[in-house]
Every structure is written in C-alpha cells, then in structure tokens.
C-alpha cells in the first residue's frame, strides 16, 4: 500500500531551475563525489565518487578484454619532440599541454610533456615492436590519468587532470581499422544506454570539431538537463597519420613495405558528469541500478534503547538482500535523525530506501521508497526482498525512458536561420541542415554559441533519416544528405 510522501521537502541544493551551475556544483560536493583540490584546477574523488567509478572502470574493462583488447601502462611523462612531429596533433594540443623542465635543481635540454594523451609515445614503441602483417593487429589501451590546462573547471566535467582509458589499436588497413572504431563507438553507446541510462546520439564530427591528427572523429553525445549537450565518448579513426610519424610500418604480405593504419578511442571521468546532470533532479543525485555502488539503502529506525537491536534485524534484511544478488548497505549512524538520513541518502541518488522500525518488524512488514518516487509503500517483507531485483530493473528502464522523453522532447527541426537562432536561446538541440563550411560552422558558433555536434549515424534509433535540404545558414546544399545536430556544450 502507499505511505507518506516526501514531497516538498528542502534538501539543501539550489533548484535546477534556478540556477543550473550551481545545482551542478551543489549537489558533486554536498553528494561526496568529490571535492577541490589544493591544486589548481584538479579535483579529489571521494570513496563514494570513486566507488562509482570503479564500477565504469569494471564493465568497461570486461567488455575491452571480451572483445580481445590487451592492456599496459605507458609513462605519464612524453619527450617535447614527440608531440611535436604530428603537426595538427601539436596544434591541436599545445594550449594545454603541462611541461616538465627540470629535474631538481638540473634544467633538462629538453622538455617532457605530461601526458594530454598517448598516440606519439605509443607510436613510438609501436615502431619497435611491430615487423610483419602477422604482427597485427595490436588492441591495446590503457587506464590512467591524463593532464589538459583548463581556463575554466568544473569537477569531472572539466579538469586540469582527469582519469579515463584511451585505446590505441594498428591495422592492416583501413577496412580493419573503421571497423575498430564503430566496434567501440558501438560498445560506449550499449554502457551508455543499458548501464547508465543514458540515451546518446552516434555521429561523426565535423572537421572543425575532429580530434587532432584524426581522419575522422565519432561522438556520443547526451543531452543534460538544462538542454547542453555532452560529448560523452569519442573514437577516432587515425589513418596513417601517426605511423608516417613514427615509423609504425610493416612488411605486407606480398612483400611491400606499408604504415600501420590506428586508431584511438577514450571515455573519461566527465561521463560521471553526464551521469549526475542527465539523471539529477532537485533532491540531488538519481543512480540508475545497473551503475550504483549501492542499490538498496537499508535505514534502522529506533529509540535509544532499541536501536543497536533495529541495526541487527537491518543487517539480517541486507544479508537477505545481498543473497538476492543486490548491492546493499545499512545505515549505521547513530545519534543522527532520520530525517537527515532519508534526505542524506536521497541526495546520494540511492534507487531505493527501505525503512524498517520495530513496529514494521512486529508485523513482518519493511517500508520502501524508490528515488523516482515521492511515495512510500509498506509491503510485507519477503515481497519486498523477492521484487527487489524487479523493482531496480523498473527504476533503470524508467531513467532511461525519462531521459529519452526529455531529448525527443527538447530537439526541434528547423528550416531557418531564424527558427534556428530562437531554438537555441531556448535551451533546444536543433536539427538542421548544414552545407559543410567550416566558415559558416564557425560564424554559427561565434554568434549563437552553438557547434555541429555531430552528423547521425545512419541506422542508429535517433535523428538519422536521409533527406535532403538546404543549408539554415548559408542557403547552400546540405553537405551531409541528412539534418546535423546542434547545440549548445559543455
């Protein structure tokens, strides 16, 4: 049956709706994700943030050596002269690269770089280890953290240093290679739907907006809350660019010598990011199950003089629960109210609370409370530990649909520069047609603040309908035989 309502209580963040930033910011710190470091523009992952990740680090991880990917480690520290040979690579990177210059007290004569990412050195040995066809090819990558200067940071979303994999992978040739790429375009959109609940749109990015050096760039993108979108994954087909760099070559089977064709592909700490401002509402966190480092919050309520016994029966409930497969916890905290913990735990994003008093365990009944719900139900005991693994998986397809609804319903298609404009302001993802201009691409950006987020996949379940137009800004063509996607970013 239904209980009390949690409705209309304050819990302690600044509204969504009045102020987005801060509710972001708000909720990161007061949640224990993270908090600031010392150092500038770096963060503090917190356990409970660091439990979540570690959970992302997992399935990814499974699903990399699944699909017969191997890891190692390479130094954090690059020789200047590395990042250098790749011209669009340096371009691209030299705003925010870090630099080592000495050694104690001895200058170095040349400078190392930390790492902003790996292609140059793994190129490098690459070139050493790599001989013939039958060498290939190498499926590789690595965990770790990687160091980009940022004006302006925000915890996960945007650091001087954040954690992440990077894939590095050498072909045959180029067939073999894209074919690599979508493989994990493909693998970060199933983590991003069926893990997180979060739908994502599959595209290739413009030329203005590739990874430098790449041939070609392919995004997820996830729209947030307050409409911006989140670049949430990328994978990037390399061509030879890096081996003609770094001699990555080998004999081909009839004899000739040929560049290893790469690739590299990344998600990073920013997805937690993605995660809080797709799911988030104005109680704080919303954990979708599959990702939760706890699924089920287990709250003793009791006097002073019965408490340490309601902890017992709560333990004996979680010892239950964690034998039907759940991942549980008991709070254990004595001397706070229940009321700060129903709000502390709510905050966290915890899918679901169960109550349990000494009333409720006269009567063989426990009190429950999913985190998408205001309601409470009381339900007789074993139903709710028999419907646990039932109730997770209906708060994961509701996320997911939440989130889905919410995209659909702010992406609107648009034929003028004019409805274009107004869309954006409003908070909207547009689909538009697009002539392919970087110029015009780059006006776009300069007088609206919104980018080509990427060109939609053909075949993937949002946005992708061949047709054909003419370009919102320039009344030129379409370059793309298909609406592009644009929005604002983070």
């Known amino acids: 049956m239904t209980g009390s309502s949690d409705k209309g209580k304050s819990y302690g963040v600044t509204p969504q709706s009045q102020d987005f930033n801060d509710w972001y910011n708000e909720v990161v710190v007061k949640a224990d994700l993270a908090d600031y470091s010392p150092v500038k523009g770096a963060m503090v992952v917190k356990p409970y943030g660091s439990a979540l990740w570690e959970r992302i680090v997992r399935w990814l991880d499974d699903k990399f050596k699944e699909t017969g990917h191997e890891s190692l480690m390479f130094p954090t520290l690059i020789p200047m002269n590395f990042i250098a040979r790749e011209a669009d690579h340096v371009e691209g990177f030299a705003p925010e690269l870090f630099t080592v210059s000495k050694i104690g007290t001895d200058v170095l004569d040349e400078p190392y770089v930390m790492r902003p990412t790996s292609e140059t050195i793994i190129g490098h040995m690459w070139s050493g280890w790599l001989n013939s066809y039958r060498d290939l090819p190498f499926l590789h990558y690595q965990w770790g953290a990687v160091f980009r200067a940022e004006l302006r940071t925000k915890l996960f979303l945007r650091t001087s240093e954040f954690y992440w994999h990077e894939g590095h992978t050498a072909h045959v040739d180029e067939q073999e290679a894209r074919a690599e790429v979508m493989q994990m375009l493909g693998i970060y959109h199933e983590f991003c739907r069926d893990v997180l609940a979060l739908p994502v749109v599959r595209?290739?990015?413009?030329?203005?907006?590739?990874?430098?050096?790449?041939?070609?760039?392919?995004?997820?993108?996830?729209?947030?809350?307050?409409?911006?979108?989140?670049?949430?994954?990328?994978?990037?087909?390399?061509?030879?660019?890096?081996?003609?760099?770094?001699?990555?070559?080998?004999?081909?089977?009839?004899?000739?010598?040929?560049?290893?064709?790469?690739?590299?592909?990344?998600?990073?700490?920013?997805?937690?990011?993605?995660?809080?401002?797709?799911?988030?509402?104005?109680?704080?966190?919303?954990?979708?199950?599959?990702?939760?480092?706890?699924?089920?919050?287990?709250?003793?309520?009791?006097?002073?003089?019965?408490?340490?016994?309601?902890?017992?029966?709560?333990?004996?409930?979680?010892?239950?629960?964690?034998?039907?497969?759940?991942?549980?916890?008991?709070?254990?905290?004595?001397?706070?109210?229940?009321?700060?913990?129903?709000?502390?735990?709510?905050?966290?994003?915890?899918?679901?609370?169960?109550?349990?008093?000494?009333?409720?365990?006269?009567?063989?009944?426990?009190?429950?409370?999913?985190?998408?719900?205001?309601?409470?139900?009381?339900?007789?005991?074993?139903?709710?530990?028999?419907?646990?693994?039932?109730?997770?998986?209906?708060?994961?397809?509701?996320?997911?649909?939440?989130?889905?609804?919410?995209?659909?319903?702010?992406?609107?298609?648009?034929?003028?520069?004019?409805?274009?404009?107004?869309?954006?302001?409003?908070?909207?993802?547009?689909?538009?047609?697009?002539?392919?201009?970087?110029?015009?691409?780059?006006?776009?950006?300069?007088?609206?603040?919104?980018?080509?987020?990427?060109?939609?996949?053909?075949?993937?379940?949002?946005?992708?309908?061949?047709?054909?137009?003419?370009?919102?800004?320039?009344?030129?063509?379409?370059?793309?035989?298909?609406?592009?996607?644009?929005?604002?970013?983070?």
């Open 203 to 490: 595209g290739e990015k413009t030329a203005s907006e590739r990874f430098a050096g790449a041939v070609a760039t392919y995004s997820i993108e996830g729209m947030m809350r307050d409409g911006k979108a989140l670049q949430s994954g990328t994978s990037h087909y390399l061509g030879q660019n890096f081996s003609r760099a770094f001699g990555v070559k080998f004999q081909s089977r009839d004899q000739k010598e040929e560049f290893a064709h790469t690739t590299s592909w990344a998600i990073s700490s920013r997805i937690i990011g993605a995660l809080i401002m797709t799911h988030g509402d104005d109680r704080g966190l919303m954990m979708p199950p599959n990702i939760a480092p706890t699924q089920v919050v287990v709250i003793p309520v009791g006097r002073k003089d019965n408490f340490a016994q309601m902890v017992e029966e709560g333990e004996k409930l979680a010892a239950e629960l964690r034998a039907a497969g759940v991942r549980v916890k008991v709070d254990r905290r004595d001397g706070v109210t229940n009321g700060f913990k129903y709000n502390d735990w709510e905050l966290k994003g915890v899918p679901v609370r169960i109550e349990l008093g000494p009333r409720d365990l006269e009567q063989g009944v426990v009190v429950v409370k999913n985190r998408t719900s205001e309601d409470k139900e009381t339900l007789a005991r074993a139903d709710a530990v028999n419907g646990m693994t039932e109730r997770l998986n209906g708060i994961q397809a509701a996320l997911l649909k939440r989130a889905t609804d919410f995209m659909l319903e702010n992406t609107v298609t648009v034929d003028t520069y004019e409805d274009f404009k107004a869309a954006i302001d409003a908070g909207k993802w547009v689909r538009a047609f697009h002539c392919g201009d970087p110029e015009s691409e780059k006006a776009i950006k300069e007088e609206t603040k919104a980018t080509i987020r990427n060109e939609p996949l053909d075949g993937t379940e949002f946005f992708a309908e061949r047709e054909e137009g003419v370009c919102v800004h320039t009344g030129k063509p379409s370059g793309y035989g298909k609406r592009v996607i644009f929005g604002r970013q983070y």
